[in-house]
């Protein structure tokens, strides 16, 4: 039997900005299958690839993206790992703009020390992060974050919060390609 599946539109299609992390996140990540899904379903999608993706350099990343946000002017913003750090940094930054929904998917901690991503930490939470509504998705064996620092994060921004059990850093690598919750999240799907 076929499942039909419908994207809410409330007038107009939603526009997504999909921010990968450090090397990127193409198929068959979650988030480029959610990217594919989003188009196959006539939304409006960008899902680029940030400069150097293996290299980061969080000053040309943020050229990148307030660029990006600029242009397109997304309703909604998917940050997996670094992209959640790199969203930290633009809220710092003068004429952000605010998006009605982000969705921040295995935010690494604030302090991680790791040498190719050095520039991007240590960082602290802006004041404003700019959304409106914010969802937070995590690991309980996430290499990358404690479990109880994600909660102080999502706590302080008030966000709604959930944990999967034993999904690592939910990636490819930890099985998540075609992944149907974060789907049925962000386009809404009834």
Known sequence: MHQVRLYRTYGKKMKTLILHGWGGSDAPHWQAELASEIAKNYGTVSFPLLDNC???SKTRWIKQVKQLMKEFKPDTVVCHSLA????FWLCLEDGMPTVQRLFMVSPPSLSTEEKTI?????CTKPNNIYAKEIHMIVSDNDPWVKT?????MASHYNATFTIIQNAGHINADSGYGKWDMIEDLVMEKK
Do not use: A, V
Not at 84 to 87: H, R, S, Y
Not at 118 to 122: C, S
Not at 148 to 152: A, L, P, V
């Open 54 to 56: 293996h290299y980061p």
């Open 84 to 87: 959640n750090t790199l969203w």
């Open 118 to 122: 050095k520039t991007f930490f240590p």
């Open 148 to 152: 109880e620092e994600t909660q102080k």
